[in-house]
Structures are given as structure tokens and as C-alpha cells.
């Protein structure tokens, strides 16, 4: 099937795009010589197979059984045989591709997409037995760690309405704790996994980076991209690990190759005598701390068993945000935006209808996208086109500095821990709210996560306790691949807390 063929308009467009001066006849020529190039694309259309989405089932969630604002969209998609997760219903989260039922990404510029392929972690959450209930709602494309930019609305915190849920995997971590699903599956690009799990008062690990393949999940940037589990407790969160983990071949995060499949569930009650634990201090005491918030996670690390627990000092902990803050708005820009998701000059798995719908659809709906997605284009934009990306090189270079800093003190101590959020869920956005206060609401709490994402190493939140009845996070973080430790810490601060569970009714203080 041909590709269509440039109108001289768009032809010129392109040669002052890149400062081309052509004067009529340039342009004739320039015209037939493009023609020939594009019968190749020709030949590729016609080579590639056709791809149709399966007929799977799905319908809009009812409001009895959406109050909380936390599914995008319905479905039962069966397993084919049974397996460790027979039984279990799990969410997955909307910017992870389901074949045949709807992917809006929480955004105006992909709704209408129905995705043919499923992801490789839907692809393996069936094969071992679990049932998809359903599309859980995140952030518009993302790109919020609170829960209030997707187009369907607010996702509301299952303990105060009025407060945010964390993002953004907003609905994953709300359907979990509420008990609507038993699991969920969540993407994590800046703490996007592990605020909600924070906020909701769920367990909520990033992985490794490489540890879990990312092929069929909607990107931002491809270095920062990471896929996990969500639970309400560490050993729900290790046995889906267990199954999501390990190389498909299609995911090019993965050419550093993980480990053997590990089954974490069985090494969870591996005794940790003699943890060492690293109170990271740069983690504590922001500017944003809720004092109550970082003495609690002192505490309750404190109070481990038979740990040597002390205070480290990484000041690279301070800077490796803006690292991140560099590498997300100009990488983002380049290879969601300008990309169309995937961005070019990589191997790996592509989602060529993906891509051709949000290609067309992101200009077509532009008005509609999120404060947070509009700073990122812009900002992203100058920085690469004006800039030349030099603060990207720069940013992308100074991350083995930073992930030596944190090397050095896991050489000491067997894990770090600080506060997964410095404070508890905020108040959702208000119309009333100045554009300010809009981004510092949806972006204002990664300070502590986002680093993790730069640097690859494996870190989970898990539930510390309640201040003001709204939960606390504490985050383990671990040498890369150490993640079957991180889990079995987070399993020890799991016992001292005691019985955290969400109760039906319970309010918080809004």
C-alpha cells in the first residue's frame, strides 16, 4: 500500500526546518528523488503483516463501582490455564497495552487507540493464571505524581476523597488498597509506581531497570522507563515480580541481561541477620518534610530486629534530581512528543498504529493536554532544538557519577532507606488553583524517587504507618538485581508495623 506522497508545501516546510533555502526547480527535483526514496516505505507497508486487536470484551465502569474515579475501562480477560496467580484479578494500569480493549494513557491525544498486541507483563500475568478485571486510570500520558490530570477525572486517595491517590499509577494503587483487584500492575518513570503505592498505603516496587521488560507500555523516555507490581502486601508484590521478571528479547532496557528468573516469593523469609541499614539524611529534612512523616520512618527502621541501622550522608542525593528533571523534559520531549511515543534509533519492539494515531491525534487535541505535559513540551522543546540537547548529554553523563555516589554507601550498608514521600497525600487540584500550584501539586513530591530512576537501582515502598489516618511510605533502596533483599527488608519493616489494612468507610482528615 503506497505512503502518501509530500504536497510541495510540505516539502518546503521541512527544507526550513532544517534552514534549506530551495528555490522551483530545487524543489521539482527534490520532489522526484523523495518519490523514489518512499517506494521503499512502499515495500516495508506492504511486507508488514496486518494486525487486528482480538475480540475481548470491555465496557465503561459503572459509578457504583468507580467511586473512587480509579478504572478507566472494564474487562474479563480469561487466562488460558492456570497457574501461581490463578485466582487473582489484577489491574493494568492504562498506558500498558491490553489487545483489544481501549488504551487512553489518561489523555485526550490517545483516546480512540485500541492497542492489537498485548504487553509482554499482560502476556505473562495470563499465562500464570490471573484474570484482568480491567484498565486502571493514570496521569495524562504519565507525567504527574498526583492524581487529578487524566481526562476521565480525579482519582480520589481511598482513605480522604479530597486528597490524591499519588500517580501516576493513580487507579492501580487506589483498586488495590480499596480491594477492587487483588493486584496491579503500575509504570514508574519518575515515582510514578511508588507515590501512589506511598499516598494509597500500598506496596509498590521499581525494579531494577532492565529487571522487567517495558515492551508494550506506553514510553516517556526510555532510560527512565520501568514496569512493577503494586500489592497490598510484600508477598503479593514478590510473587508478581516473580512473574513479570526476566529478558523477552524485544526490550532494549534489557541488553544489559538480568539475572536468571528468580522466585522472589521463595527467598522473601530469608533471614537479613546483621542488616545493615543507611538512614540517607538527604532524604529527611526537605524543605517539604512533615516532621512527623520523617520521624516515623526513622523509627520504624530503628526498630528492625537485630539491624546496625545509622545515618548516611549522599549529597549526590540532593542533585540527582535535577539530572532527572534534565533528562525527563528533554528526553521526553524528543521521544514521547516529537517521537511519538517511541522515539527512533533503537531496537526493540515498535508500536507502528500507536504511533501513527498519536502522531495525528497529540496535535489534533493539543489544547486538551495537561499543564504538566504543555511545561515538558515547551521547556523540553527550547532545551533541544535551541540548546541542542547539550544539557541532556551533560545530564545523561554525570549519571554514573551519581549512581557511583549511591554504590558507595550500599558497599557499606546492605540498603538505604529514606521516606518515599516526605509528607502525606495532598489536597487534590482546584479550579481555583494558579497554574503554579497546579505543577507543584503534580510534581512537587518526586524529590526522594525520581533519583532512583536516573541511577536503576531497585527500590520499593512499603506501608510504615499512618500520620493524621493517612499512610506513610518508607522506600528501601538496594545494590542493582539485590532486589530479592529489598523485598525481605521491606518484609521485616512489614512485621514491625503490624496489621495495615484499608477498612470500608474509613476517613481520614481531608
Known amino acids: 500500500m503506497p505512503v502518501p506522497r509530500p504536497t510541495n508545501h510540505a516539502l518546503l516546510a521541512a527544507a526550513e526546518h532544517h534552514g534549506f533555502r530551495l528555490g522551483p526547480d530545487d524543489l521539482a527535483s527534490y520532489a522526484a528523488l523523495i518519490d ?23 465496557w465503561a465502569p459503572s459509578a457504583e463501582e468507580n467511586v473512587l474515579g480509579a478504572w478507566a475501562r472494564r474487562c474479563d480477560v480469561l487466562p488460558e490455564a492456570g497457574g501461581v496467580l490463578e485466582g487473582r484479578t489484577v489491574a493494568v494500569k492504562d498506558n500498558i497495552a491490553v489487545a483489544g480493549v481501549p488504551m487512553v494513557n489518561g489523555s485526550a491525544s490517545l483516546e480512540g487507540f485500541v492497542p492489537s498486541v498485548d504487553a509482554t507483563v499482560v502476556t ?14 493514570c496521569e495524562d500520558l504519565c507525567f504527574s505524581g498526583s492524581s487529578f490530570t487524566a481526562i476521565s477525572g480525579p482519582v480520589r486517595n481511598p482513605w480522604a476523597s479530597s ?39 500500598a506496596v ?11 515492551t508494550g507500555a506506553f514510553p516517556i523516555e526510555r532510560t527512565l522507563d520501568h514496569l512493577g507490581p503494586i500489592a497490598s502486601s510484600v508477598a503479593d508484590a514478590a510473587l508478581l515480580l516473580t512473574v513479570l521478571a526476566g529478558p523477552d528479547g524485544a526490550d532494549p532496557s534489557q541488553s544489559v541481561r538480568p539475572p536468571a528468573v528468580t522466585d522472589y516469593s521463595d527467598l522473601l523469609d530469608v533471614p537479613v541477620d546483621g542488616l545493615r541499614i543507611g538512614l540517607v539524611r538527604e532524604g529527611f529534612d526537605h524543605e517539604s518534610s512533615m516532621n512527623s512523616v520523617d520521624d516515623l520512618v526513622r523509627s520504624v527502621a530503628r526498630a528492625v530486629p537485630g539491624a546496625v541501622v545509622e545515618e548516611v550522608s549522599i549529597p549526590w542525593h540532593r ?10 523534559t528533554d528526553g521526553g520531549a524528543y521521544q514521547m512528543l516529537d517521537g511519538n511515543g517511541y522515539g527512533l534509533n533503537s ?16 496535535i489534533e487535541r493539543a489544547d486538551e493536554l495537561s499543564d504538566t505535559v504543555k511545561l515538558v513540551a515547551m521547556c ?32 557499606k550498608y546492605d540498603v ?46 512499603v506501608p510504615a504507618g499512618f500520620v493524621d489516618s493517612l499512610p506513610v511510605g518508607l522506600m528501601i533502596i538496594g545494590q542493582h538485581f539485590n532486589d530479592d533483599l529489598v523485598l525481605r527488608v521491606a518484609r521485616q519493616i512489614e512485621i514491625v508495623r503490624g496489621p495495615h489494612s484499608f477498612a470500608a468507610g474509613a476517613t481520614a482528615a481531608v
Not at 542533585?319 to 525527563?328: D, G
Open 319 to 328: 542533585q540527582a534530581f535535577h539530572l532527572w528533571n534534565v533528562i525527563a
Open 347 to 362: 531496537s526493540g519492539r515498535y508500536d507502528p498504529e500507536l504511533m501513527q494515531f498519536f502522531a495525528r491525534q497529540r
Open 36 to 58: 523514489a526514496t518512499l517506494g521503499s516505505y512502499d515495500v516495508v507497508n506492504d511486507l508488514y503483516p496486518a494486525t487486528t486487536s482480538p475480540a475481548r470484551e470491555h
Open 380 to 411: 523540553g522543546h527550547y532545551g533541544v532544538r535551541t540548546l541542542g540537547a547539550a544539557n541532556y548529554a551533560k545530564a545523561r553523563n554525570l549519571v554514573p557519577v551519581a549512581r557511583a555516589a549511591y554504590d558507595e554507601a550500599l558497599n
Open 163 to 201: 486528597r490524591s491517590a499519588g500517580g501516576s499509577s493513580s487507579g492501580s494503587a487506589a483498586l488495590v488498597v480499596s480491594g477492587a483487584a487483588d493486584l496491579a500492575l503500575g509504570g514508574d518513570q519518575g515515582g510514578s509506581i511508588r507515590i501512589p503505592a506511598s499516598f494509597s498505603g
Open 416 to 461: 538505604l532507606v529514606m521516606p518515599t514521600v516526605p509528607f502525606t497525600a495532598s489536597l487534590l487540584a482546584t479550579p481555583d488553583d494558579t497554574r503554579a500550584e497546579v505543577i507543584d501539586k503534580a510534581l512537587g513530591m518526586i524529590a526522594n524517587t525520581a533519583p532512583f530512576n536516573v541511577t536503576g537501582h531497585p527500590a520499593v515502598s
Open 204 to 214: 509498590g516496587h521499581k525494579p531494577t531497570y532492565g529487571l522487567v521488560p517495558y
Open 124 to 137: 505473562r500475568v495470563l499465562g500464570a493464571g490471573a484474570r484482568i478485571a480491567g484498565k486502571s486510570v
